[in-house]
Nanobody, 119 residues
Framework: QVQLVESGGGLVQVGGSLRLSCAAS????????MGWHRQAPGKQRELVAT???????NYADSVKGRFTISRDDAKNTVFLHMNSLKPEDTAVYYC?????????????WGQGTQVTVSS
């Protein structure tokens, strides 16, 4: 199991920047995939950016070139650096971790942090 604690959301103007943090309760080397999803009002939760297979990164097309996922292994923390924010980035952002145990994937989610981009 793993507990995930997010921080860093808030209100920002269009074009601004925010950094989200997700601290894991165990070494992220023991986590198979970790990253961020988001859910806007009335929409399904969607992948934003993740690490898989160690250091491989995946990004949603809508955030490529604007968002960067990074990690601090010593602090078991993953970050989401968000630049050039748009109103459509407004959502609750959830930290996500997947751990494979005996060929079965266990999914874990943080409590979510609100990001609001105002125009």
């Amino acid at each position: 199991q793993v507990q995930l604690v997010e921080s860093g959301g808030g209100l920002v103007q269009v074009g601004g920047s925010l950094r989200l943090s997700c601290a894991a309760s165990r070494s992220i080397f023991s986590i198979n995939a970790m990253g961020w999803h988001r859910q806007a009002p009335g929409k399904q939760r969607e992948l934003v950016a993740t690490f898989t297979s160690g250091s491989t990164t995946n990004y949603a097309d809508s955030v490529k070139g604007r968002f960067t996922i990074s990690r601090d292994d010593a602090k078991n923390t993953v970050f989401l650096h968000m630049n050039s924010l748009k109103p459509e980035d407004t959502a609750v952002y959830y930290c996500y971790a997947a751990i494979v145990v005996h060929s079965r994937t266990e999914d874990y989610w943080g409590q979510g942090t609100q990001v609001t981009v105002s125009s």
